[in-house]
C-alpha cells in the first residue's frame, strides 16, 4: 500500500528525532554497509576505451558503455542507458529529452546481490512514458563501485582517494558529457534529475543543494539526510534553490524488532526533510512529494513499487 502526503564537460584540473544519536547513526551506516545496495556487482569495470554493449531484446533501446574517469582516486564504470519510446522514430528525429541520472546502476535492472529482483527501471519507465504518464526521458543508471560508501557520502572519504565531491566530478565532467553530445538531451539543470536510494538518496539531495547549476530534479529514496550534512546545507543556504524533489521511505524497521523504534526505514528523518523543505518554500503537490511506502522495508523490491510514482512526479507529461 502506497500513501501519499500532501560548467558541464570541462574536465576538473515537523517530526521528533532523537537528539543524541550517535549509536543509531552507527548501527544504521554498518547495516546500510552490509546490505541494500552497498556492495556492487561484480565491482567497476576496468578503465579503457568506450565500448558498447545492447542487451539482448533491447536492442537500440538500453546499452551500456565503460565510461573513464578524468578524476582522481574515482573509478570508471559501467553506465547504462535507457532511450524512450519513439527515440528512434524519424518524425522524432529533432525532439530532446530531459536526461536522468540514477546511482546504483548495476541495481537498476533485473537483479541485484541481495535477491529483490532488482528496480526493473527499463520496464516501469517504458510502460510510464508509453502510457503518457510519465514524459519521455533518457534514462542514465550508473554502476556503483567498490567505493560506494565514500562516493555517496559527504564527508566519508579523503582525497585524492574516492569522495562525495570526486563521484560527482565524474558525473559532471565524463558521465553528462557523453551522454549529451551522443544523444538528444534537452540542455539546462531544470531538465537533469539524479536519484537513487539509501546513501543514494543522500548523494542525490547532496548533488542538487550543492550544484542546483547541474540538476533541476531530485529523487531520494529510503535515505537519512537528516543524519548527513545534507540538512545543515540547506538550513545554511539562503532562499530555495530551484530543484523538483521527490521524497519516500517505508514504515518497517531494517533492524527489526531492537526496542529503539527510531528507524523504520528512516520516515521520521524523511519527514522532518519534508517539513523543512516546505518551511523553505517547497509546496507539497507542485516542487515537493513525499510518499508513504506502508509495510515497505529498506530494499529494492519496495524502491520498485514506488518507482512509478516517483517517475511520474518528477517527470510530469507535457513539461
Known amino acids: 500500500m502506497l500513501t501519499t502526503r500532501p560548467g558541464i564537460g570541462q574536465r576538473p584540473a ?38 558498447t554493449t545492447p542487451l539482448p531484446g533491447w536492442e537500440g533501446r538500453l546499452t551500456q558503455f ?28 529533432s525532439t530532446r529529452y530531459p536526461a536522468f541520472y540514477l546511482h546504483d546502476g548495476n541495481n537498476c535492472l533485473d537483479r541485484d546481490p541481495f535477491g529483490h529482483g532488482g528496480w526493473q527501471v527499463h520496464l516501469t519507465a517504458t510502460d510510464l512514458m508509453t502510457r503518457a504518464v510519465m514524459a519521455p526521458a533518457i534514462v542514465v543508471m550508473v554502476a556503483n563501485s567498490p567505493a560506494r560508501t565514500e562516493e555517496y557520502n559527504p564527508g566519508a572519504g579523503t582525497a585524492p582517494g574516492p569522495t562525495a565531491d570526486g563521484y560527482l566530478d565524474y558525473l559532471e565532467h565524463a558521465v553528462i558529457p557523453f551522454v549529451e553530445q551522443r544523444y538528444r538531451v534537452q540542455p539546462g539543470a531544470a531538465n537533469r534529475g539524479i ?15 550543492t550544484r542546483p547549476s547541474v540538476y533541476g530534479v531530485v529523487m531520494a529514496m529510503s535515505t537519512a539526510p537528516s543524519v548527513y550534512d545534507v540538512k545543515a546545507r540547506i538550513e545554511a543556504t539562503a532562499g530555495k534553490a530551484p530543484l523538483r524533489i521527490y521524497l519516500d521511505s517505508g514504515t518497517i524497521d531494517p533492524f527489526g524488532p531492537n526496542g529503539t523504534n527510531l528507524v523504520n526505514d528512516f520516515q521520521d528523518y524523511t519527514v522532518a526533510m519534508r517539513d523543512l523543505l516546505v518551511s523553505r518554500g517547497w509546496v507539497l503537490g507542485q516542487d515537493l512529494d513525499y510518499a508513504l511506502g506502508v509495510g515497505d522495508t529498506h530494499d529494492e523490491s519496495a524502491w520498485r513499487r514506488r518507482l512509478p510514482g516517483a517517475l511520474s512526479f518528477l517527470f510530469p507529461p507535457g513539461r
Open 14 to 51: 515537523g517530526v521528533q528525532r532523537s537528539s543524541g544519536s550517535q549509536v543509531l547513526v552507527a548501527l544504521s551506516m554498518a547495516w546500510l554497509l552490509a546490505t541494500c545496495g552497498a556492495r556492487p556487482v561484480g565491482g567497476a569495470p576496468d578503465a579503457g576505451p568506450v565500448g
Open 66 to 93: 565503460n565510461i573513464d574517469s578524468p578524476v582522481a582516486g574515482i573509478a570508471g564504470r559501467a553506465v547504462t542507458v535507457l532511450l524512450p519510446p519513439g527515440y528512434s522514430d524519424p518524425a522524432q528525429a
Open 195 to 209: 536519484g537513487g536510494s539509501s546513501f543514494g538518496g543522500i548523494i542525490s539531495l547532496y548533488a542538487g543543494f
